[in-house]
């Protein structure tokens, strides 16, 4: 049973436009969740992450929102740059456990256009 | 500055053999965890390490343990080797804290026949 799922394996978006990658959760006992990029041939880099106390976190062109309720999260990146082209992943762990023990999603690849 | 670096990148054993990999973190880390990737369960978390000490351990048998060195550099040794095992080991460095891994390494393929 796949706990956080990323239901769209690829997203092609255009230079400049915005770019949002999602990602759904079961386990209503993750209430901390990561993003990763993931470039060919190397491996994932943590990219921002969000605690179940915030719904919504910003880095720079990076924004993730939480809807506890929907179990859903959502990773906005705005503008998109020609080097935003990787796999992101989605990661989740546990209430009271620890941020290491992770469960992760397949992965979406995105491609942005320029 | 360098990246996390894993080592051997490619390893063939056999059934009951066993095996030793290795991983350098991000100079200045002191957390390394480990991960095994498989097509079908995904990424799943081994244990992690700080300052020596596992922290953190996944649900996986005695038969995969690890160890962290004064230097940091960790090393993760499976013995009695299975075929489902075959697999992509990937590392992670972070620098202190809880925040989770940060930077993978870019793994190390074993395959079990």
């Known amino acids: 049973d796949q706990q956080v799922k990323q239901n769209s394996p690829s997203l092609s978006v255009q230079e400049g436009r915005i770019s949002i990658l999602n990602c759904d959760y079961t386990?209503?006992?993750?209430?901390?969740f990561l993003w990763y990029k993931k470039y060919p041939a190397e491996g994932p880099t943590f990219l921002i992450s969000?605690?179940?106390?915030?719904d919504k976190n910003e880095d720079g062109r990076f924004t993730v929102f939480l809807n506890k309720s929907a179990k859903h999260l959502s990773l906005h990146i705005v503008p998109s740059q020609p080097g935003d082209s990787a796999v992101y992943f989605c990661?989740?762990?546990?209430?009271?456990?620890?941020?290491?023990?992770?469960?992760f999603g397949k992965g979406t690849l995105l491609t942005v256009n320029p | 500055k360098a990246g996390v670096t894993q080592t051997p990148r490619y390893l063939i054993k056999t059934r009951g053999q066993q095996v030793t990999l290795s991983c350098s973190p991000i100079?200045?880390?002191?957390?390394v965890s480990w991960y095994q990737q498989t097509p079908g369960q995904g990424l799943q978390f081994l244990f992690e390490?700080?300052?020596?000490?596992?922290?953190n351990k996944g649900n996986f048998p005695g038969r995969f343990s690890g160890r962290q060195f004064s230097n940091s550099r960790s090393e993760m040794n499976v013995s009695t080797l299975e075929l489902g095992d075959s697999a992509l080991y990937l590392c992670?460095?972070?620098?202190?804290?809880?925040?989770?891994?940060?930077?993978f390494g870019p793994g190390t393929r074993l395959t079990v026949l």
């Open positions: 390490y700080f300052s020596e000490t596992q922290r």
């Open positions: 990661a989740a762990s546990e209430a009271g456990g620890s941020n290491y023990k992770l469960t």
């Open positions: 969000i605690s179940s106390i915030k």
């Open positions: 386990n209503s006992m993750f209430d901390y």
């Open positions: 100079s200045g880390h002191r957390s």
């Open positions: 992670a460095s972070s620098l202190e804290g809880r925040v989770g891994p940060e930077f």
